[in-house]
């Protein structure tokens, strides 16, 4: 099944009906494997980004995309649902051990003796430290953002244009608990359908200028199982959700390993992670990778609300691909 006919399913009232005939492939279903042939090829794709993206909607010199949809109204509304004052951190701790999942060199620290100075060396980008990309950090066919020529000398737009940060209401989609099971299987594909059933059980509504934060159970299966490599072999969103996302208006998305699944061999020529590239280059949305939305979970089922203020603040750094974060989550 190519892509647009995956897109028009997922939009699709009859498609939506017959839901439980639309599911992935058997070899992506939980198993970290596909087929040696792409399953969408990079025509397929590249049609499909060029109608989707938001080149030119706010502007040929914007440089803030999708965040563009958090207005001064949405902020509001995001303040509003602090009702305990309870915050979660939806970020997971820095730690210098070589894992897997955490190669050597992604954080080292140096302490004084006297402790009363630390040095930090991080490199966040990859599969362990919670980090914001910045609309920089991806290209297509040489472009970046808003249709703009890739600078090998200056990544711009850069981390540093969200220095104001990201306060917007926030929305966690716990499939696992969906599913009624701890934790997805790496490769397992999640699609427009799953995500508008969790609305169902929620009882809540993605809308414009909101942040979506994907649980997969990643964290629940690394304490259960040890670490293991995630890098191309994880569960996310299947492309599909892509135009989803942009039909939405959603602002922000990220997940406890990425926005998206990463299968191998690759499902998208040309792409290992597709959905980065839609996002970033041609959403405009500066996703957030590792969220550690554990115990964010355990709260939200405890109060019995998915919905709740995030609040991100990345560092102020000119030329910056990403920064890494600390998401506070305030019910």
Known sequence: M??????????????????????????AQGNGTASAKPEISAAEFER??????????????????????ITEAKRKQ?????KTGVTVSVAHDLVTEETPDNPAGRFKREVAPNFRTDTYFFQFHGTFVTHQDALC??????????????????????????????VTRGILIDIPRLKGVPYLEPGTRIYPKDIEAWEK?????????????LRTGRWARRTKLGP???????????????????ARDVALAGGDVSVEAQITPVFVEGQTTPLHTFCIVGLGMPIIDDFDPEELAETAARL?????MIVVAPLRVPNGTGSPVNPIAIF
Request: net charge positive.
């Open 2 to 27: 190519n892509l647009q006919t995956r897109i028009g399913l997922a939009f699709s009232l009859a498609a939506l009906a017959a839901a439980g005939r639309f599911a992935a492939p058997a070899a």
């Open 48 to 69: 499909v980004f060029k109608q989707n993206n938001n080149w030119g909607r706010w502007g040929k010199d914007d440089q803030l995309g999708t965040l563009n949809l």
């Open 78 to 82: 995001a303040a509003a649902l602090v």
């Open 137 to 166: 950090h991806y290209t297509f066919n040489d472009r970046i953002y808003n249709d703009r020529p890739l600078n090998t000398k200056d990544c711009f737009p850069s981390i540093e244009n969200l220095k104001n940060g990201v």
């Open 201 to 213: 059980m929620a009882g809540v509504k993605i809308s414009s200028g909101d942040a979506i934060i």
């Open 228 to 246: 293991e490599k995630v890098l191309g072999n994880s569960a996310g969103f299947d492309l599909s959700v892509a135009p989803w996302l942009r």
């Open 304 to 308: 019995h609300r998915w919905e709740f």
